[in-house]
């Protein structure tokens, strides 16, 4: 899919950042977390590629996502790992800018 299609597939103008999240956390933080990506989410003009959550073992849930942003509103991403990193049990915060297709 070429970087244009791309674009518009997705329903944001101009460049875009494509960022990879993946968190840990245990299950009690689990409305933290999620609270925190809709405020995100809604709070921007971002897209949302995928969104994924998986129990791993007792009590742990890992969270998967990607999204885009607008180049201009890049440094968000960055605010939003550290905004994860904050809330009481979460044990992992790893966020990845990823190639977006040619």
Not at 60 to 72: G, I, K, T
């Amino acid at each position: 899919m070429g970087y244009q299609l791309y674009k518009q597939t997705i329903g944001l103008k101009g460049p875009v950042v494509s960022y990879r999240l993946s968190l840990g956390f245990n299950s009690g933080s689990a409305e933290d977390v999620r609270k925190a990506w809709a405020s995100f989410v809604s709070e921007r003009a971002i897209s949302v590629t995928s969104y994924g959550e998986t129990r791993k073992g007792q009590g742990e849930v890992v969270l998967d996502a990607s999204f885009c942003l607008p180049e201009d509103h890049a440094n968000d991403a960055a605010s939003l790992g550290q905004k994860f990193a904050r809330i009481p049990g979460v044990t992992q915060v790893n966020l990845a800018q990823i190639p977006i297709p040619d």
